[in-house]
């Protein structure tokens, strides 16, 4: 039987690793539980849509609708995205020493030597 | 007072109460709910709800005053947490438990399906002010509607355990949907009067809307029953006095309180 509740007691926790998961309650809860969705919502047309944040839901269409519930609720956006958390591929932290620090030193990059005229803007 | 005028009272005031007592059950799942992405999602809809019942309470309570010049003016407020039970003019189905989840989307389509043809209808009713707060809540009804609609699809053609839960919800709710259709002499006159809904004309739209979410979810429509009603008239069910009694609570033990 899976138990669905558990009392804790001081003591239980390991209190020098705080917010440690407990491994049956882990499994319990990917088991049962919605995948998570990340969102994007453009607020403006022309603008990007940009990561609000995420939620769970059971399937797109009910992400879409409790992204509009969640994070347009104030008038935030105009457009929604939504796709699952597991398709999100996302580079290594530990690598971002070989992956972003050569970049710091090559200003010649930036288009900074260029005079440009007043009518230009935005650049 | 013209007769025609206390019937465009009852008329706002049956609508008010509607959106207020749907609004008070769901306002329940608040902390509740299944998920708090749904949590957030019912609430909304409360918020919606409530502020159609403010809207129709205020225009109720303008008319009310510009014709009793001689007695106590009223607020949107009197008529929310002053009345009686057997003032009370909403529809039946709104005052149901909230049951289990399936239930309470169920309750939530019928009543959304039947709020959005009915708002559609009064966008061009004779009378500006309900017509205008009738397009301002077209727009929040068209998503309740969506959103309930595909609650009642995913959880009737979902497991066998949410198939029947939702079985089950169909049996409880369904007696009370035939009030929805059933003219009051309030709606009446105001049908007359170019000012209401024709509820014939409805019924016809919200069989067909109903017919096809149903169909999509596996259930079918119960045959003929037999039709609760009295909700219009201030005959409640024993469900209103608790629900009366919590939602009014504040303003009975402490008169005028404000914050």
Request: hydrophobic share 35%; with cysteine.
């Amino acid at each position: 039987m899976i138990k669905l509740i558990r009392k804790f007691y001081y003591g239980d926790y390991d209190s020098t690793n705080p917010g440690a998961s407990l491994n049956t309650n882990e499994k319990l809860s990917e088991e049962t539980s919605w995948p998570l969705w990340e969102i994007f919502v453009r607020s403006k047309q022309g603008l990007d849509h940009k990561h609000v944040g995420s939620l769970h839901a059971a399937d797109a269409a009910m992400a879409i609708e409790n992204a509009r519930d969640v994070y347009t609720r104030r008038n935030e956006g105009i457009s929604i995205w939504v796709v699952q958390s597991k398709y999100i591929h996302a580079t290594n932290a530990e690598d971002a020493d070989s992956l972003y620090d050569p970049a710091n030193d090559k200003t010649y990059r930036h288009p900074t030597f260029f005079d440009l005229p007043d009518a230009v803007k935005h650049m | 007072m013209p007769e025609n005028m206390l019937s465009k009272i009852d008329y706002c005031l049956h609508l008010a109460d509607n959106a207020l007592i749907l609004c008070h059950k769901n306002a329940a799942w608040c902390g509740h709910a299944p998920s708090p992405e749904l949590d957030i999602a019912l609430t909304n809809i409360s918020l919606d709800l409530i502020g159609q019942a403010r809207n129709f309470y205020q225009y109720a309570a303008t008319l009310i005053n510009e014709n009793n010049a001689k007695g106590d003016s009223v607020t949107d407020d009197h008529l929310a947490f002053l009345r009686d039970v057997n003032e009370f003019k909403n529809c039946l189905l709104t005052e149901i438990p909230n049951g289990d989840w399936g239930q309470t989307m169920l309750r939530q389509f019928l009543f959304s399906n039947y709020q959005y043809f009915l708002f559609q209808q009064l966008i061009n009713s004779k009378d500006e002010q309900i017509a205008a707060i009738a397009e301002k809540s077209i727009k929040e009804t068209t998503y309740h509607l969506r959103w309930s609609s595909e609650w009642v699809i995913r959880l009737g053609d979902g497991t066998p355990e949410s198939h029947s839960r939702m079985v089950h919800a169909v049996q409880e709710l369904w007696p009370y949907t035939g009030e929805l259709f059933l003219p009051a002499d309030y709606e009446m006159d105001c049908l007359k009067s170019g000012i209401g809904a024709d509820l014939e004309l409805l019924k016809k739209d919200w069989w067909n809307k109903t017919h096809e979410i149903f169909s999509e979810a596996t259930l079918s429509i119960p045959g003929k029953s037999f039709v609760q009603d009295g909700g219009k008239y201030g005959k409640h069910t024993e469900n209103m006095i608790p629900l009366l009694t919590e939602l009014q609570y504040m303003q009975r033990a402490y008169p005028g309180c404000e914050w």
